[in-house]
C-alpha cells in the first residue's frame, strides 16, 4: 500500500500515516521487532521512537532485518522520527543526546528529531515518575540552537517540536534560523486542534497527530473517541470501524497521523483510510464532539518551575 506523503518546509518528503511505538508495558524487544517487521511488510514506512520509549534498539534492528528480507531496498526507504527527551533539553546535551539515539537506532540519521516537551528536568531522569523539584528551567533559545546544529551536520535531515503550544512555536520562531518542520501534538475528535492547525498551516508547519484514536492510559486519556455515538453512527453508515472514521477525519484536515496497534488485522485497518471520504455533514457533526485534553501535563507543574499552571504549560490553549 503507498502511503501518501507530504512535502516539509526542509524539502524532504514524509508519510502521512506512521507506526507509533511507545506502550506501557513494552512487549519484550525481540517481540516488538518482529511487529514492526510485520508493519514494514503492511506497507508503513514512518516509525515514530524517543528516547524516552526504549523502542530505538528494536526499530533499529527491524530496519536492519527489513533491509536483509528484501521488505525495503534501501535505508532511504523509510522514515525514522526520534526524540529528545527533557533530561537532555539543553544546548550542550541535544547533539550527544542525538548520537546516543543513533547508536541504538543503528543509523547515521534520523529523518525527523522531535524536542519531547518545552521542559527540561534534571540529567540521568529518563521516565516520567520524576519530582516536581526535578524540574529546571527551560531554555528553548539555546535548545532549539543545537538542535539547528544536529541538522547542519546531517544527523536530522529535518528538525521539529512535540507538545509545543502556537505561542511557544511564535516565541520560537523569533530566533529560529531552521524552521520547525512539525509539530507533534495531541490529536483526535475529542480534540481537534482547530488553532494549531490553523496556525502551523500559516507558518508552513506539518502539524502531527498523537493519540489520534484517545487514550485509556492509567493515568491520562480516556475512552471518548471510541466510545463516541457520533463516530458510531458514522462508521456504521459508510460499513468502516469507528477507529478508520477517526483517523480519515484526522487526514482530511490535513494532519500527518501516527497510530500505534501491534495487532496485524488493525495494523492494516489503520491504513485503510484513503480511497474514502467522510461527507460534509459527517464532518459538520465530528465538529460538534465535545472537546477536552486527555493530557493536561500537570506533572511539569511547579510553583518553582517556569510552568506554575496549566495556562503557562499551554499558553490558554486548554
Not at 520524576?130 to 535548545?143: N, V
Not at 512539525?182 to 498551516?201: D, P, S, T, Y
Not at 493515568?219 to 458510531?232: A, C, I, N
Request: hydrophobic share 40%.
Amino acid at each position: 500500500m503507498q502511503i501518501p506523503e507530504v512535502i516539509l518546509n526542509s524539502g524532504h518528503s514524509m508519510p502521512l500515516i506512521g507506526m507509533g511505538t511507545a506502550a506501557d508495558p513494552l512487549p519484550p524487544p525481540e517481540n516488538l521487532t518482529s511487529i514492526i517487521i510485520d508493519a514494514i511488510a503492511a506497507g508503513y514506512r514512518h516509525f515514530d521512537t524517543a528516547a524516552l520509549y526504549s523502542t530505538e534498539e528494536p526499530l533499529g534492528r527491524a530496519v536492519a532485518e527489513a533491509l536483509k528480507r528484501d521488505l525495503i531496498k534501501d535505508r532511504d526507504e523509510v522514515f525514522i522520527t526520534s526524540k529528545l527527551w527533557c533530561s537532555d533539553a539543553d544546548h550542550d546535551l541535544v547533539l550527544p543526546a542525538l548520537k546516543e539515539s543513533l547508536r541504538k537506532l543503528g543509523l547515521n540519521y534520523v529523518d525527523l528529531y522531535l524536542i519531547h516537551w518545552p521542559v527540561r528536568i534534571k540529567p540521568g531522569i529518563n521516565h516520567f515518575r520524576f519530582s516536581k523539584d526535578d524540574i529546571l528551567p527551560f531554555d528553548m533559545k539555546g535548545t532549539w540552537k543545537a538542535m539547528e546544529e544536529c541538522c547542519k551536520l546531517g544527523l536530522a535531515k529535518s528538525v521539529g517540536l512535540s507538545n509545543f503550544s502556537c505561542a511557544k512555536i511564535e516565541r520560537l520562531l523569533q530566533h529560529a534560523t531552521i524552521p520547525p518542520a512539525v509539530n507533534q501534538v495531541e490529536m483526535n475528535v475529542a480534540w481537534q486542534q482547530q488553532k494549531m492547525l490553523e496556525f502551523c498551516r500559516e507558518k508552513g508547519i506539518q502539524v502531527s497527530a498523537w493519540s489520534p484514536l484517545g487514550a485509556n492510559g492509567a493515568y491520562w486519556g480516556s475512552h471518548r473517541v471510541l466510545k463516541s455515538l457520533v463516530l458510531q453512527k458514522i462508521a456504521a453508515a459508510k460499513g468502516k470501524t469507528m477507529a478508520q472514521v477517526a483517523l480519515r477525519w484526522i487526514h482530511e484536515e490535513g494532519a500527518s497521523i501516527i497510530v500505534k496497534s501491534f495487532n496485524n488485522e488493525r495494523m492494516r485497518e489503520n491504513l485503510d483510510i484513503l480511497d474514502w471520504k467522510l461527507t460534509d455533514e459527517e464532518v459538520k457533526q465530528i465538529k460538534q464532539i465535545s472537546q477536552c485534553r486527555g493530557l493536561l501535563g500537570q506533572l511539569f507543574l511547579h510553583e518553582n518551575g517556569p510552568y506554575k499552571t496549566l495556562e503557562q504549560l499551554w499558553d490558554g490553549e486548554i
